[in-house]
């Protein structure tokens, strides 16, 4: 059976801002197919023994260590940006696991600093696939992937999901596509609602919410 359980990484310098619409309609279920439920939304850290801290100072409680994190047991890992993609080699496991992620054919999904991770971890190489900016992912060591990179909020690509820092409503978006949990045209109006304001998507996602209700499963809000 397919697992309902989508993986967070979790470290210190965690960007806030980034993992949010993604891990917020996960779990909620908000406009899904009527044939799809929530996910449950775990956190993965090196670590289960303390709390990490987001850059916004959050204090995240970890609910599993690294190395038990196998991919049959999940639907998607998430590997947000942070600090200390950048300044350290502290999460190297992270890229390390989304190989073996891949590897088994279970998607990853990767934004800002994250991405300078796998870049560096070689898995960028192959894919097409976006950063913040073409040259932050040209200055990684060994990262030879210059003539896959496209220059767009979020690119989805054999499994593998890429945003910039400025992107984490377009990241959700491929996540949720990559997931098959919305209907095309309600994930078109999330999107436009979402992303760019677009008050004409709003009646859309009323009615899917509606629809919803209606078949006793749960609604959304926006």
Sequence with gaps: M??????????DTLADWEYG???????????????QGAYDVATVAATT????????????VP????????PEDSALLILPGAELWDTSEELVPFAAKAREFLAAGVPVAAICGATAGLAREGLLDGRPHTSGAAPYLGAQPGY??????????????????TAGPTAP???????FAELDV?????????YRLFA?????????????????SEGGSEGGSV
């Design 2 to 11: 397919t697992s309902r359980t989508v993986h967070l990484a979790a470290y």
């Design 21 to 35: 619409h993604a891990i917020g309609h996960l779990r909620s279920g908000s406009y899904f197919r009527p044939t």
């Design 49 to 60: 023994g303390r709390p990490v801290t987001t850059m916004g100072g959050q204090r995240i």
């Design 63 to 70: 609910d599993l260590a690294l190395d038990a994190l196998q």
């Design 144 to 161: 030879q992937g210059g003539g896959h990179y496209r220059e767009a909020d979020a690119v989805r690509a054999g499994g593998l999901i």
């Design 169 to 175: 409503v377009a990241f959700a978006r491929e996540i």
């Design 182 to 190: 919305m209907e095309p045209t309600i994930l078109d109006a999330w």
């Design 196 to 212: 760019h304001s677009d008050a004409s998507a709003f009646p859309v996602l009323m009615s899917a919410g509606a629809a919803d």
